[in-house]
């Protein structure tokens, strides 16, 4: 197979392992955030209008919204650990206008309907930001859009078309001798703080009168008649309605639980970059940055200046299971590294702070679904697929609008009403992704060819991406 550019320019080992010394390997937003006192487990047993198990984006922005409808309506909400601990705080902090996952993927799976979905993604992205200056929070919001950059001669030519940027004026806006060609798109996505804005919302969600229970996993749902429990080791709450938020870890209604398999996505925090070393990359508009691999990588600014660099490996891991030792994986972060002075050889000597890892609830159809079950009483979404950051939002009022038996714009949406193909069972599952991995890697090795396992997948509408 042919090198990438990444293998062709690889540093040495002794600069990757200097930079990874020291590293904790723990989220660098978890770290930048005040600490607070927990919220209290639940105890008891508790009656409510609306229950939401899940305290992440999607749960938090429900409960916000459902108390937005309805200031009087009581809402609960139930988190297994701490409100945005888990992939709300664990992301790269891209908040895209796409509810598609981009439009290549929108425009091959609805059409006829990709002009909407693209109006209601930017419709959601400006809600996000008027709802964060109205709540006061202050999660480090900048709307400096993403800039896709070709790193292959391959992929510069796929960036012919008018309005891209030509290998000078692409590493004008970011200095790296990677960079052959790019487009930015310099709207469509904010970068933000993952860590500041699950604390917001959590506040922002208390602050209206949501009840929230923290060490609280539910351990299972039961149906009967017009109320829905749900019980904890310390309690149970009887709901009149429940929306289900709790993404790549297991749903609690069973026949869902192939629609979704966790992927660890792996990153790199850098220390704080000095004048001098970012006067070196430029990057003075702050935008986001992704390449065109089909293992890809994505990379931005954080207020402070540092660099987080993250993706290119996408481990699953058998069973699909969601364990903590996954967290650590020595041979993803020395692969990051290496692919990050590859790409900034200029910083050579700098210094990684912070290494961590999450799992990405992964869909077939690489953005979100949304079902009901108990005769309604109960919704559920997930399958965001990596970009979950600002799609929560819109997919938390999809929901708010079918328990409500709500004929809307969202609801009425081919997008909304379909369901995607779930994973076969193991050992099938395990296979194919490893199979899958395996043919993306060697496109990338061959000027991005797709074999024949690549073109029948995407014939069938079905995927894997890092």
Known sequence: MLQTVFERHAPQKSVIQSALAGSINRSFWLDDVPSRAGFAPLQGEVTTELAIVGGG?????????????????????LEAGQCGGAASSRNGGFCEASITHGEENGMSRWPEEFEQLEALGRQNLDEIEATLQRYGIDCDFERSGVMVVAVEPYQAELLQDEGCLSADEVRAEVASPTFLAGHWDRDGTAMLHPGKLAAGLTRVARELGVEIHEQSRVERLRSSGRQVALHTAGGRVVAQQVILATNAFPSLLRRYRWHTIPVYDYVLMSEPLSPAQ????????????????????YYRLSRDNRILFGGYDAIYNFGGRIEEQYEERAASFELLASHFFTTFPQLEGLRFTHRWAGAIDTSTRFCAFYAQAHGGKVAYAAGFTGLGVGATRFAANVLLDKLAGLDTERTRLRMVREMPMPFPPEPLTYVAVQATRWSLNRADHNHGKRNLMLRTMDALGLGFDS
């Open 57 to 77: 984006y999607l749960g938090l922005w429900a409960a916000i919204l459902a108390k937005e409808r309805e200031p009087q309506r009581r809402v609960l909400l």
């Open 278 to 297: 970012l006067a070196a990359v430029g990057w003075r508009n702050r935008q986001g940055l992704a390449d065109m691999g089909n293992q890809f990588h």
